[in-house]
C-alpha cells in the first residue's frame, strides 16, 4: 500500500532551492540529468508528458554560469533517495554513452523543477526497481562498493518491504557476485578490493545476472538459459586457460 511522506533528504546544494510551493528548483542556468533509455523498460523511470517518476539514483551535471555553459564543463553532483522523485525538465532528449547505449537526457533551466513536490510516494512496488536496478546490470557505480549492501536494505526498509524474505546476507551475496572488475568481468570486484584496498571502491561494474554463468565456469554457460550467446565467452575461456569454479551439479555427475 503506498503512502505520503514528506521529503527529508539533505537537499543544501547551491544551485537547489526549496520553494514555497513545495517544489524544489534549479537556480543555475543549466543542469543536465542522464540515465539509461532501458530503465524506461523496466518502470525504473516512465514519463508522462513532460514530468518524468524516475528512481532516485542519479548524477548532475551542473552549469553554474555562462562561461560554463559555453565551455561545456559541468560539475558533477551525485543525488540519491530510498525512492522514485516526480521531476519537470524543460526538455528531454537522447543520447549514448561510453558504451555506445541509448540514453535519456533531461535538461533544466533556471527555475525547473528538481523535484516537483516535496510529498513523496513510499510503496513496496519501487522496491522492484532496485531489484532489477542490481539484477539486470542497470545499477550506476556511484555508491561505494561497502555501502551497496546496506543502501539496498534501506531502500526496502524505507518502502515497507522487510527483510524477512530476503535476508542481509542473500543481499551481500548477490551483490559480491554481480559486482565485477570493471577491467574484467570475469573477476568479481571484492578480489580487487581485497587485493588493493586502495582502489576507488566506485571502480566496479554491474552485470546482469543471466551472464553471471558466462565469467563462471564452461558448464554454467552450457546449461544456461542462453548458451548459443555463451560460446564465444566458452572458447575464449578455454583458449586462455582461465580458471572455472565447479558448480554442485558437476560435482554431483563426476
Not at 105 to 111: A, F, P, Q, R
Not at 144 to 154: N, R
Request: proline residues 5%.
Amino acid at each position: 500500500m503506498s503512502k505520503l511522506v514528506k521529503f527529508n533528504e539533505k537537499t543544501d546544494y547551491q544551485f537547489l532551492k526549496e520553494m514555497p510551493d513545495g517544489s524544489i528548483r534549479f537556480t543555475c542556468p543549466r543542469a543536465t540529468i542522464e540515465y539509461p533509455s532501458t530503465w524506461l523498460d523496466h518502470n525504473i523511470a516512465s514519463v508522462t508528458g513532460s514530468d518524468v517518476y524516475i528512481f532516485a539514483l542519479l548524477e548532475i551535471k551542473v552549469y553554474k554560469d555562462d562561461a560554463a555553459i559555453k565551455a561545456n564543463k559541468p560539475e558533477s553532483y551525485f543525488f540519491k533517495h530510498l525512492t522514485k522523485i516526480l521531476t519537470s525538465p524543460s526538455r528531454i532528449s537522447s543520447g549514448r554513452d561510453e558504451d555506445g547505449e541509448k540514453t535519456e537526457i533531461l535538461e533544466y533551466n533556471e527555475g525547473d523543477a528538481f523535484i516537483k513536490n516535496k510529498n513523496i510516494i513510499i510503496d513496496s512496488g519501487v522496491a522492484e526497481c532496485m531489484l532489477n536496478l542490481m539484477t539486470l546490470g542497470y545499477f550506476p557505480n556511484l555508491i561505494d562498493y561497502q555501502d551497496l549492501a546496506s543502501y539496498w536494505a534501506k531502500v526496502s526498509k524505507f518502502n515497507d518491504v522487510g527483510l524477512d524474505s530476503m535476508s542481509m546476507t542473500s543481499i551481500e551475496l548477490i551483490v559480491a557476485e554481480l559486482c565485477r572488475d570493471s577491467q574484467n568481468y570475469a573477476r568479481p570486484f571484492r578480489h580487487k578490493l581485497r587485493e588493493n584496498p586502495k582502489v576507488d571502491p566506485k571502480s566496479w561494474k554491474i552485470i546482469n545476472i543471466k551472464y553471471l554463468p558466462r565469467y563462471n565456469s564452461v558448464f554454467a554457460s552450457l546449461t544456461a538459459g542462453d548458451p548459443k550467446s555463451n560460446i564465444v565467452s566458452i572458447c575464449s575461456r578455454l583458449r586462455n586457460g582461465e580458471s572455472q569454479k565447479t558448480s554442485p551439479v558437476e560435482e554431483a555427475i563426476s
